[in-house]
């Protein structure tokens, strides 16, 4: 067999998947597992001035709320990678460990 540009790539996964055998993140299911949801504004460029969380954490199943002041005083960290924006929401880019290729 040849390697190369335009050679078919036989991977081992495939028939699984195939067959609708694959296992994929969603099929997971643990006791008290929880899911997160990100929230946007649905106002583009608006300047957020708080946020009233009281209604979704009496919500039922809800185990916890967090907006970003919450994240960043439990100290938390950052997701990587992070994406950057402004107190409006404007995307100001991605910051990660990785150098960008030139």
Known sequence: MRFGIGQPVTRKEDPRFLTGRGRYVADV????QGHAVFV????AHARIRGIDKSAAERAPG???????EDWAADGLGTLEPEAMADDRGVPLGFRSKRSPLV
Request: no cysteine.
């Open 40 to 43: 946007y504004s649905p106002h």
């Open 62 to 68: 809800v185990y916890g709320v967090l907006t970003g």
């Open 29 to 32: 299911d643990f006791v008290r």
